[in-house]
């Protein structure tokens, strides 16, 4: 059980690392706010592509990191 849970912490460790750093900066400055604000007001989406998956990778992988880590605590 312990080793499984460690398994899943490296794993999601390693996929939430990776998911950052490959992740676009978002250091447009206030024109990129109004157009992002924009964006999101007129329904286009970057659902798609490559960072949507980015976006989707870091929100799976740091809420089983997450969880993971407190089971593990609990468990050790």
């Known amino acids: ?27 447009a400055g206030m024109s ?16 798609k592509g490559f960072e949507g998956v980015l976006e989707k990778a870091t929100k799976i992988s740091g809420v089983l990191f997450m969880l993971s880590a407190f089971v593990y605590s609990i468990v050790s």
């Open 32 to 47: 990129g706010a109004i157009a992002g604000g924009a964006e999101t007001l007129f329904g286009k989406k970057k659902a």
């Open 1 to 27: 059980m312990k080793e499984a849970l460690l398994v899943v912490l490296i794993i999601s460790s390693l996929v939430l690392v990776a998911a950052i750093l490959l992740s676009p900066g978002k250091t």
